[in-house]
C-alpha cells in the first residue's frame, strides 16, 4: 500500500496512548505515557516526546508517518484546532492543532477524545451499522460518544454528549476536575470512582483479598481490582458490580433518551467485562422503558482501551484523503 502510516494519540486525563495505524487499522508500534499532574508546558512536551518515539520506530524500520490525529478530553474548536476548555486537563484556549503541527513539521488533526472513540467504534467496531448509538469512556472520568439518525452529535458548541455528566443521584458526591456538579455518572462509576468505592469497601471487609491488599500498602486502582475480582475476590467483584449497577442507571436514561440500537461501553475499566456489563444490563432490564429496552444491545468497546487512539487515526487518515 502506497499510504504510509498515521499516529492516532488518544490523551486521557492521566495517561496518554499513542499508536502508529496503517489505513487497515493495524497497530505497528504503541507509546504509553503518563500525563497526571502535567502542567499545560509539560503536557504539551509528554505529547510532543511519545508521537516522537512512535515516529522514530516507524522511520527505523523504513517506513513513513504522514499525519497526527489526536484526541483530547476537551472541548474543540475544530475549525481552528484549539483547545478550549478541559475537566481533566490544564486547557484553556491553546492552539493546539497548529502548536503540534509546528512542534513535529506534520499535518496535525484534533478532536475530542470521546468523539474520536465513538467514531472508531461506529465505523469499524461494535456499533457498526448502527443508526442511533452511544458511547461512554470510563477511565479517569467518563467520555461520551452520540450518533444519532446516522450522524455524530456534537451540539450547538461542539461541548455536547457530555454524557458523564448526567446526574444520577442528585446528593452524590462532587464530581471530578471542573465539573460543579454532584452525583454525574463520571463520580459514581468512572475509573476514579471504583478505586474509590473498593477502597471503601476493603477498609469495610478486611478479610478479603481486597483488604489484604489496602493492609499490605498497595494502591486501590481499577486494574488490581480487576485483577482480584478475575481471582475471584468477593469484595472486589462487589466493587465493580455496584458500579456496573450506577452505570446501568446512566445506560437507562440514555436508553429512554435516544432508543438506541446499541450502547458502547469502552475506556480501562471495560478490562472488568462482563463482571461490569452484567449488573448494568440487569438494571437497564428492570428501569428503562418498554421496547428500548428489549432492543438495545450493550457491549464491551471492540477496541477496549484503544477505540480513542484508533479513531483519533481515522480522523488523520481522513484528514489526508487516505481513510481507512
Ligand atoms: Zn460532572
Known amino acids: 500500500m502506497s499510504t504510509g502510516c498515521v499516529i492516532g494519540v488518544d490523551l486521557g486525563g492521566t495517561k496518554l496512548l499513542a499508536g502508529a495505524v496503517d489505513p487497515a487499522l493495524n497497530v505497528h508500534h504503541r507509546a504509553t505515557r503518563s500525563s497526571r499532574g502535567d502542567d499545560q508546558a509539560a503536557l504539551l512536551h509528554t505529547v510532543v516526546g511519545a508521537i516522537r518515539e512512535v515516529r522514530d520506530a516507524i522511520e527505523g524500520a523504513s517506513g513513513t508517518v504522514e499525519a497526527v490525529g489526536i484526541g483530547i478530553p476537551c472541548l474543540i474548536d475544530a475549525e481552528r484546532g484549539m483547545a478550549v476548555t478541559s475537566t481533566h486537563l490544564p486547557l484553556l484556549d491553546v492552539p493546539f492543532r497548529d502548536l503540534m503541527a ?13 468523539n474520536a472513540a465513538m467514531v472508531a467504534e461506529w465505523r469499524f467496531g461494535a456499533a457498526m451499522g448502527a443508526r442511533d448509538a452511544a458511547l461512554l469512556t470510563l477511565g479517569t472520568g467518563i467520555g461520551g460518544g452520540l450518533v444519532v439518525g446516522g450522524a455524530l452529535q456534537r451540539g450547538s458548541q461542539g461541548a455536547g454528549a457530555e454524557l458523564g455528566h448526567m446526574v444520577v443521584q442528585a446528593d452524590g458526591p462532587r464530581c471530578n476536575g471542573n465539573c460543579p456538579n454532584r452525583g454525574c455518572l463520571e463520580a459514581m462509576c468512572s475509573g476514579t470512582a471504583l478505586a474509590r468505592e473498593a477502597s471503601r469497601i476493603a477498609r469495610e471487609r478486611p478479610s478479603s483479598a481486597l483488604g489484604h491488599a489496602l493492609a499490605d500498602g498497595r494502591e486501590i486502582l481499577g486494574p488490581l481490582v480487576t485483577e482480584l475480582a478475575f481471582d475471584g475476590d468477593v469484595a472486589a467483584i462487589d466493587a465493580i458490580a455496584l458500579c456496573g449497577s450506577w452505570l446501568g442507571i446512566g445506560i437507562a436514561n440514555l436508553v429512554n ?10 475506556g480501562g475499566v471495560i478490562a472488568a467485562g462482563e463482571l461490569l456489563l452484567g449488573p448494568a444490563r440487569a438494571v437497564v432490564a428492570a428501569r428503562a422503558l418498554s421496547p428500548s429496552r428489549e432492543h438495545v444491545k450493550i ?4 477496541f477496549g482501551a484503544e477505540s480513542g487512539m484508533l479513531g483519533a487515526a481515522a480522523l488523520a487518515l481522513d484528514g489526508i484523503g487516505a481513510p481507512a
Open 102 to 114: 509546528e512542534r513535529l513539521g506534520l499535518p496535525v488533526f484534533v478532536d475530542n477524545d470521546a
Open 257 to 266: 433518551m435516544l432508543n438506541p440500537d446499541v450502547v458502547v461501553v469502552g
Open 299 to 302: 457491549v464491551a468497546a471492540r
